[in-house]
Structure formats: structure tokens, C-alpha cells
């Protein structure tokens, strides 16, 4: 016998694999690797707009929380003034005259609110209505009786944010008492108006305005660029809201200055992503890896080519 002399080849591995099957497999490869790092930026750019977006929505927040603790803090502090200027000689001696003449009052309380800083001054009588007022003719034969704050008042010194026709003013109101009896009640006021809302846009660059109604009665200080956006507010609901004006997008948010369903409503405004610079170089960052995946797979793509130009 004859022992053969054929020799058997098993194919191992990649040998077997054509050299244009290869790359045309790594060129699909590559392609889905690009793939997936523009999903892996695209996301990751979403979840910073997301970011910059709660921001908007934070600082507005803020805002509102910021003037809301003005607004208490200011509330106090009537509460206490007027509780001292109840008891002055000069409110006694007039309001509780055996004759109550109005012209008296009328000067008397004109000279103490200018004395005492106060944009408001008015005499109640012990129903709730309005004697005498100086600094807004919105109060003027005025019956509030039904206010809480007013019938708090008899009892301690109260304070409170009322809505006028004109403007609104933070009030504090106390009782003008005469032994055990209050024939009177005080009321001063203080604007809550551009101030507190000026405070407010430079502590967290915001701009501000108060409405009553359809009217735009106060308006922060130097927000001339976001004035077009406040007046936008006029027909918006409370809430947050993205507006655009010639000027650019903004984010809204409209909130009332009290729980009555007449109370005036606060508005604020911010550009869009207002922090937007802030996270610019990030922004470019997220998409680096596509980039270089780009021009990987660009060079992948001229190697076979030239690849193919050098087997043919």
C-alpha cells in the first residue's frame, strides 16, 4: 500500500474572510460606533438645555419668593409703625374730638404721612368706612368692613396687601382706641411698586412688574430690554410661560400678590437660558466625541479606498 501524499487545508479564522469583506465590515462597524456617539452628544446637549431651562424656571421662583419675604418684612414693619402712630396726640386729639371735623383730620393726617414717609394715610370709622384718606383717591367713602384685616384690626395691630384701582399698596392698620372702645381705625400704606421689584432684578437679574388689571402700575428699573415681555404678561394665566418678542425668547412667570381673586398679579421675566454663557464651552464639549468619531471613520473610509486602489 501507498500512503497519499494529499495534504488537507482547513481554513482558520479571517484567513478564510475576503480582504474586501473585512473592511466592508469595519466600515459598518465604524458607521455604527459614529452612530452611536452623535446619539451619546445629541443627549447629552438635551439634558443641558433641560438644565438651563430649570434654571429659568428656578430663578423666577426665586424671584417671587424674594419679593414675597420683602413684601412680609414690610408687612411687620407697618404693622408696627401704625400701631405707634395710632396713639400720637395729634391722630387722638382730632379723631376723637366730641365733633369729628373732617378738614382737621384731612390736615392733620396729610402732615403725618409726608412726615412719616407714608404714601397712605386714612381714618376709618368703627364700621369699616373710610373717613378721611390722603395719597389715593381709590380709597376715598371706601366701606371695608368686610376686609379680615380690618376686622382684625380692632382687636391687634394687622397688615396686609391691598389692591387698588391705581396701585397697590402693603398696608398696616390699627385700632385708635379711646379706654376700652375703638371708634377708629388708622391705616398707612407703603407702594409696592418699582422699589421692592428693582431690589429684586439686581439681587438675580430679573425684571419685574406689577399689574392691576390690564394696566402695568409699577415696573422695575432698567428693564427696558424685557419691558416687552412684562407687558406680554398682561394676557397670560399664572403660571410660567415662553414668550418671543423682536428682541429674542423669554421665560414668564405670572403669579397673584394675594389669595383674593382681584388682587394684582406679579410678573417676572428672564431671558431664555439666561445662564446659557455659562455653559457654552460644555455645550461645544458634548460634541467632541462625535467629531472625532467623525474624522476616525473619514479616515477608515480613505484607507480602504485607497486600499481598494492598491489591490486592483
Given at each position: 500500500?501507498?500512503?497519499?501524499?494529499?495534504?488537507?487545508?482547513?481554513?482558520?479564522?479571517?484567513?478564510?474572510?475576503?480582504?474586501?469583506?473585512?473592511?466592508?465590515?469595519?466600515?459598518?462597524?465604524?458607521?455604527?460606533?459614529?452612530?452611536?456617539?452623535?446619539?451619546?452628544?445629541?443627549?447629552?446637549?438635551r439634558q443641558i438645555d433641560l438644565l438651563l431651562s430649570s434654571l429659568d424656571e428656578e430663578v423666577l421662583t426665586q424671584a417671587t419668593r424674594t419679593l414675597g419675604s420683602l413684601v412680609e418684612r414690610q408687612k411687620d414693619q407697618l404693622a408696627a409703625e401704625v400701631r405707634v402712630l395710632a396713639?400720637?396726640?395729634?391722630?387722638?386729639?382730632?379723631?376723637?374730638?366730641?365733633?369729628?371735623?373732617?378738614?382737621?383730620?384731612?390736615?392733620?393726617?396729610?402732615?403725618?404721612?409726608?412726615?412719616?414717609?407714608?404714601?397712605?394715610?386714612?381714618?376709618?370709622?368703627?364700621?369699616?368706612?373710610?373717613?378721611?384718606?390722603?395719597?389715593?383717591?381709590?380709597?376715598?367713602?371706601?366701606?371695608?368692613?368686610?376686609?379680615?384685616?380690618?376686622?382684625?384690626?380692632?382687636?391687634?395691630?394687622?397688615?396686609?396687601?391691598?389692591?387698588?384701582?391705581?396701585?397697590?399698596?402693603?398696608?398696616?392698620?390699627?385700632?385708635?382706641?379711646?379706654?376700652?372702645?375703638?371708634?377708629?381705625?388708622?391705616?398707612?400704606?407703603?407702594?409696592?411698586?418699582?422699589?421692592?421689584?428693582?431690589?429684586?432684578?439686581?439681587?438675580?437679574?430679573?425684571?419685574?412688574?406689577?399689574?392691576?388689571?390690564?394696566?402695568?402700575?409699577?415696573?422695575?428699573?432698567?428693564?427696558?430690554?424685557?419691558?416687552?415681555?412684562?407687558?406680554?404678561?398682561?394676557?397670560?394665566?399664572d403660571g410660567s410661560s415662553q414668550v418671543s418678542t423682536a428682541r429674542g425668547t423669554y421665560l414668564v412667570r405670572v403669579s397673584r400678590t394675594g389669595s383674593a381673586a382681584t388682587a394684582a398679579r406679579g410678573v417676572w421675566a428672564v431671558t431664555h437660558h439666561h445662564q446659557a454663557a455659562k455653559?457654552?464651552?460644555?455645550?461645544?464639549?458634548?460634541?467632541?466625541?462625535?467629531?472625532?468619531?467623525?474624522?476616525?471613520?473619514?479616515?477608515?473610509?480613505?484607507?480602504?479606498?485607497?486600499?481598494?486602489?492598491?489591490?486592483?
Open positions: 500500500m501507498t500512503q497519499s501524499n494529499l495534504d488537507v487545508v482547513f481554513p482558520l479564522g479571517s484567513a478564510a474572510i475576503p480582504a474586501s469583506g473585512r473592511r466592508k465590515g469595519a466600515l459598518v462597524a465604524g458607521l455604527l460606533v459614529v452612530a452611536a456617539l452623535g446619539a451619546v452628544s445629541f443627549t447629552a446637549h396713639d400720637d396726640n395729634r391722630i387722638r386729639s382730632t379723631v376723637l374730638a366730641p365733633q369729628f371735623d373732617r378738614a382737621t383730620v384731612q390736615d392733620v393726617i396729610e402732615d403725618l404721612r409726608k412726615s412719616s414717609g407714608a404714601t397712605l394715610l386714612a381714618v376709618l370709622d368703627a364700621g369699616g368706612k373710610v373717613q378721611v384718606v390722603t395719597g389715593s383717591g381709590a380709597l376715598r367713602e371706601a366701606n371695608l368692613s368686610a376686609s379680615p384685616t380690618v376686622k382684625a384690626a380692632f382687636t391687634k395691630a394687622s397688615s396686609d396687601v391691598w389692591t387698588l384701582s391705581d396701585q397697590v399698596q402693603v398696608i398696616g392698620i390699627a385700632a385708635i382706641r379711646s379706654g376700652p372702645q375703638v371708634p377708629a381705625l388708622l391705616v398707612k400704606g407703603l407702594p409696592l411698586g418699582e422699589g421692592q421689584l428693582t431690589t429684586v432684578a439686581t439681587a438675580l437679574g430679573v425684571a419685574g412688574a406689577i399689574l392691576v388689571g390690564d394696566k402695568v402700575v409699577a415696573i422695575s428699573a432698567h428693564s427696558s430690554e424685557l419691558a416687552e415681555a412684562l407687558r406680554l404678561g398682561i394676557g397670560l394665566s455653559t457654552q464651552l460644555l455645550g461645544l464639549l458634548v460634541f467632541a466625541p462625535l467629531v472625532l468619531g467623525g474624522l476616525l471613520f473619514l479616515l477608515l473610509i480613505a484607507t480602504s479606498i485607497r486600499t481598494n486602489g492598491g489591490s486592483s
